[in-house]
């Protein structure tokens, strides 16, 4: 592997720890991160970096597994070696089979989109989360992290009818509350 690949690979994976760093102190020491794929590529043009198959990308316990992962970073800041991890990602894009989860919550989706500059999370097509026994689900769930805050948004799909008739067909937010 060439100088500049293993820079390039070192850099990604201080990249990819910025989306899973802990809210803390800047003393706090945090927690490795750990990706394992099927297999892996850069595309130095596009400053990004994609693993697929069998995705797993761990810090602390947060953890993410799906299809496939590809990470987007800020050409600049990744020359800048005084710009912070969160500064260098630009967006985290998940796709198939997205589970995202703690100790305490579960998110699953068909997509995942993390914005960094906006610390925003995306999951779109069939989203769900569960907290406790608790479940809430619609076609998109939007977590806003600075805010601590979430929306859930209900969707629409088409339904073929008799005689190959089409029609939009609305869903909605559902969720499920347990009281003990």
């Known amino acids: 592997m060439k100088l500049q690949e293993k820079v390039r690979v070192f850099s990604l994976l201080f990249i990819l720890s910025s989306f899973f760093v802990t809210a803390g102190s800047a003393e706090d020491k945090e927690p490795p991160v750990y990706v394992e794929a099927d297999q892996m590529s850069s595309t130095e043009a596009a400053n990004s970096v994609l693993f697929k198959g069998n995705v797993d990308a761990q810090q602390g316990d947060l953890r993410i597994l799906c299809d496939e992962m590809t990470v987007y970073y800020h050409s600049d800041a990744t020359k800048d070696s005084k710009?912070?991890?969160?500064?260098?990602?630009?967006?985290?894009?998940?796709?198939?089979?997205?589970?995202?989860?703690?100790?305490?919550?579960?998110?699953?989706?068909?997509?995942?989109?993390?914005?960094?500059?906006?610390?925003?999370?995306?999951?779109?097509?069939?989203?769900?989360?569960?907290?406790?026994?608790?479940?809430?689900?619609?076609?998109?769930?939007?977590?806003?992290?600075?805010?601590?805050?979430?929306?859930?948004?209900?969707?629409?799909?088409?339904?073929?009818?008799e005689g190959a008739e089409k029609k939009e067909q609305k869903s909605r937010v559902k969720m499920t509350i347990k009281q003990n």
């Open 83 to 161: 710009a912070s991890a969160r500064q260098k990602i630009e967006k985290l894009v998940c796709a198939g089979n997205v589970e995202l989860s703690n100790e305490e919550w579960l998110g699953t989706a068909d997509k995942m989109v993390y914005y960094s500059d906006n610390r925003q999370i995306y999951l779109i097509g069939g989203a769900k989360a569960w907290q406790n026994d608790n479940m809430v689900s619609g076609e998109r769930i939007v977590y806003y992290m600075d805010e601590g805050r979430s929306e859930v948004e209900g969707g629409t799909t088409t339904v073929v009818g």
